[in-house]
């Protein structure tokens, strides 16, 4: 369901808070998930924490366990939507 969070009118708080978990997960999957739905909820409701968001984003963008573009993708939306 977490793939989905953007998508449902909850707050974008919910799938963020999650977010910064799984970007910790030792689970690639996890990992992966997270920066995809970090840069989709940017997309649907920008961020809480733009900060913290591109951090994990960075991060996750080292991380080659998981596909990079993902997370590149995910920290081009967070940045285009806080506009820097």
Known sequence: MLLFQPFYPEPADVPEDWCYKFGKHSGKAARRGAAIVLGDTAAVYAE???????SVLEKLREDSAIK?????DGLATVLH???K
């Open 68 to 72: 990079v573009v993902d997370a590149e």
């Open 81 to 83: 939507r806080g506009g």
């Open 48 to 54: 809480r924490d733009l900060a913290r968001t591109r």
